[in-house]
């Protein structure tokens, strides 16, 4: 569904991403893992099309996507829930929803899809008519998962969906994910944290300096150590 090769990224001097390539296939649930500064927010942002790559190829679906604009890729059925959320605080629930279904031109499957990720995340129906500020971390995170989902996607991006919620919330989120994967969505995550990776991830790839070290089936990687010492560059890796 989606092949990244080679893909190389820089801002101004400095190479965020160096050749990385990784694929994605239908149905998967993809993880890429990596330290603070490991390039895994600059993968995904030029996957949505918001940065432009120096080198390298992405196809989606067979059809080469470089240098794309955000919205084009986006109703071509690549989703991004970005870092941090962004979701807007200021404006309610359901505007925010809104937001996600701006780009649907079928409004009253738009509108079915929108009850449907009302039962996925039946707080948001509880907060519908709510300041989207006052949420919790872990409701604007579904909040901004279910704008996603708003967009129809067939490849759901997310950065850090467990970036500063509660062991507890990070289960909920999670046990979401899952449900929407078994429900047969695509899912490309990337994580700061290897905690939960394995409980979802079909695949993973580790990212250090820019570079993939290492790639492997979820379950290859269950038993042992080598996620944590790609991660952590044991094992007399050289550090990028
Ligand atoms: N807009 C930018 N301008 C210049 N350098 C940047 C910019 N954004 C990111 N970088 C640098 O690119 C590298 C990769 O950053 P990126 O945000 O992709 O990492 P990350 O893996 O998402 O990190 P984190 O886990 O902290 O979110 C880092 O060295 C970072 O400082
Ligand atoms: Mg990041």
């Known amino acids: 569904m989606l092949d990244i090769t080679d893909l190389t990224v820089r801002y101004g001097k400095l190479t965020a991403l160096d050749e990385v390539t990784i694929s994605v296939a239908e149905g998967e649930a993809v993880f890429v893992v990596g330290p603070n500064g490991a390039g895994k ?3 995904l942002k030029t996957l949505a099309g918001l940065l432009r790559p120096a080198a390298g190829q992405v196809a989606f679906q067979g059809r080469p996507i470089n240098g794309g604009a955000p919205e084009r890729l986006c109703r071509g059925g690549l989703a991004l829930v970005p870092e941090g959320r962004h979701i807007f605080r200021t404006l309610t629930v359901q505007e925010n929803l809104a937001v996600g279904m701006m780009i649907r031109r079928d409004k009253a499957a738009a509108k079915a899809d929108l009850d449907r990720v ?3 995340f039946p707080i948001l129906r509880d907060r519908f008519g709510g300041i989207a500020g006052n949420l919790s971390g872990g ?3 579904q909040l ?3 704008r996603a989902l708003l ?3 067939r490849l759901l991006m997310i950065d850090e969906p467990s970036l500063g919620l509660a062991p507890l919330v990070i289960d909920q989120v999670y046990a979401s994910l899952k449900a929407l994967n078994a429900d047969g969505l695509t899912l490309l995550v990337v994580e700061q944290s ?3 990776v394995l409980d979802l ?4 790839h580790v990212l250090r300096g820019g570079r993939v070290v290492l790639s492997d089936t979820a379950a290859a990687l269950a038993t042992g150590d080598a996620m944590e010492e790609a991660y952590f560059g044991y094992a007399g890796q050289a550090d990028a």
């Open 41 to 43: 927010s600059t993968l």
């Open 118 to 120: 009302m039962d996925l």
């Open 139 to 141: 409701e604007q995170q």
């Open 144 to 146: 901004a998962i279910a």
């Open 151 to 153: 967009q129809r996607p």
């Open 194 to 196: 290897t905690a939960r």
């Open 201 to 204: 991830a079909t695949r993973v």
